[in-house]
């Protein structure tokens, strides 16, 4: 069986986000493979701030204004 050598980043629902091979350019083994650096969830790759899992935290980030005092 092929491994990957990324790290598979899942949502919480289980989806897939993204393997790290991906994002650097590289191509992923599979989704369906094992990934040599391990199954993470997005937050806690990304903290709360994944769109897809926590629209309503990703919203208040983006509109947020900064303090007065």
Partial sequence: M????GLLV???DGTI???SETLAGRECGGEDRPH???VFACR???GEACAYCN?????AT????PSAH
Avoid: I
């Avoid at 629209?55 to 919203?59: D, S």
């Fill in 2 to 5: 092929t491994s990957c050598g």
């Fill in 10 to 12: 899942v949502h919480r």
């Fill in 17 to 19: 986000a993204y393997c």
């Fill in 36 to 38: 040599q650096g391990g």
């Fill in 44 to 46: 806690l790759v990304e």
């Fill in 55 to 59: 629209p309503v935290a990703a919203t």
């Fill in 62 to 65: 983006a509109t947020a204004t």
